[in-house]
């Protein structure tokens, strides 16, 4: 079974920092890529960033410049660090990875639980 587990949400105020990780666990052969997508209350989800296996990294017009996606050394792991946070920014982020189990022969898409992060003004 594979797990997704985001941890690092909080309150901080306008301007402030914050550093998401998210850790992928279980039988996993490959990952594909790993994303991260937010959802506002009354709002559609939305793709914040992702990154590659290969390490090619994007992110949405709303973020670039303030948040930054990476690998932890073990490749299981990603973070998101976000900075000059704004009230919009508050959310709840997803951790969501492109992986492939051991003993599978596609990629499935997996979802972690969802890290609340709340921006003061």
């Known amino acids: 079974q594979v797990q997704l587990v985001e941890s690092g949400g909080g309150l901080v105020q306008t301007g402030g920092s914050l550093r998401l990780s998210c850790a992928a666990s279980g039988r996993i052969s490959s990952i594909a890529a790993m994303r991260w997508f937010r959802q506002a209350p009354g709002k559609q989800r939305e793709l914040v960033a992702a990154i590659t296996s290969g390490g090619s990294t994007d992110s949405a017009d709303s973020v670039k410049g303030r948040f930054t996606i990476s690998r932890g050394n073990a490749k299981n792991t990603v973070y998101l660090q976000m900075n000059s946070l704004k009230p919009e920014d508050t959310a709840v982020y997803y951790c969501?990875?492109?992986?492939?189990?051991?003993?599978?022969?596609?990629?499935?898409?997996?979802w972690g639980q969802g890290t609340q992060v709340t921006v003061s003004s």
């Open positions: 969501y990875g492109d992986l492939q189990q051991i003993g599978d022969y596609t990629f499935r898409g997996y």
